[in-house]
């Protein structure tokens, strides 16, 4: 179910260091570019791909992600052109997972079965759905399971000893730890604090523990790749690419660049973390 996942983690285990998992919006800024950066990300040293589906209500956003599936949205970019974006990296990568991130209304609209099926057809490896709780597992996370797909769930600095059993039961993949309280991008982590909410998850399951929510460059890259599995960053790469576009929001020369250079930026933070501790 999870072999790309679970390898991703295998290849940076074996190299001492924490994967990187890297978050952009499908479409964003238009669909051309979007493919183009995705096929950039694993050759500038992401390990793990997060694709964020483009939604008119993304709550757990912030104003940068919002904007970037504003403008996804803006530009055409549907569900089903997610699913071909995966399909189309899928013809040059087999070996880098792939998981969609986002919210359930799109996928209830497109319908959950029909979802699953086109979605493993194209290569979809893992699905982080973030307003569907364990108590909802009926309406994706098992069908997800039963079709091959990793489930994976968010943990937070709130879910405490008597919750993460619940939370825990049915993820797959890896577990998700949202380092900070409220929406993306909105403050720096507690590296410290962060590096004992992994350990305490993991006294809890064997599956690898990845930290987002706050890593905006190479130096908190490091600083949290010393104490968990993975290091996840999203809106950091979602305000380069903004930087990157002209005055009218279109894409430019400077934006697959400006993405996979931040990228390349991040995965030396991650593998300085590993050769300090080598050391």
Request: charged fraction near 20%; charge should be neutral; aromatic fraction near 6%.
């Amino acid at each position: 179910m999870t072999d790309r996942i679970s390898a991703a983690f295998a290849r940076a285990r074996a190299e001492r260091r924490a994967a990187l998992v890297t978050y952009v919006m499908a479409g964003d800024p238009d669909q051309e570019t979007g493919r183009a950066i995705l096929a950039a990300l694993p050759e500038a040293g992401a390990d793990v791909v997060e694709l964020g589906m483009a939604f008119t209500d993304p709550m757990a956003d912030g104003p940068s992600i919002q904007a970037a599936g504003l403008r996804a949205l803006a530009a055409g970019q549907s569900l089903k052109k997610t699913l071909a974006d995966v399909a189309a990296f899928r013809r040059t990568n087999d070996r880098t997972a792939i998981v969609l991130m986002g919210y359930f209304n799109p996928i209830y609209v497109y319908g959950v079965d029909r979802f699953l099926a086109d979605a493993k057809a194209a290569g979809v490896d893992g699905l982080i759905v973030v307003d569907l709780p364990p108590e909802e597992d009926e309406e994706l996370c098992l069908p997800a399971l039963r079709a091959g797909i990793a489930f994976i769930r968010l943990a937070t600095p709130t879910t405490d000893d008597r919750r993460l059993p619940t939370v825990l039961k049915n993820t797959a993949g890896f577990v998700y730890y949202v380092s900070i309280t409220g929406i993306t991008g909105a403050a720096t982590p507690n590296f410290d604090a962060t590096a004992a909410a992994v350990a305490r998850i993991k006294k809890h399951t064997a599956l690898p523990v990845v930290v987002g929510f706050g890593v905006k460059n190479a130096v908190h890259a490091a600083a949290v790749a010393r104490g968990a599995d993975g290091v996840a960053v999203g809106t950091a790469l979602v305000e380069a690419l903004r930087a990157s576009l002209d005055a009218d929001g279109k894409a430019t020369e400077k934006t697959v660049p400006a993405v996979a250079g931040l990228v390349r930026e991040l995965a030396e933070g991650v593998r300085s973390a590993a050769k300090a501790d080598v050391a």
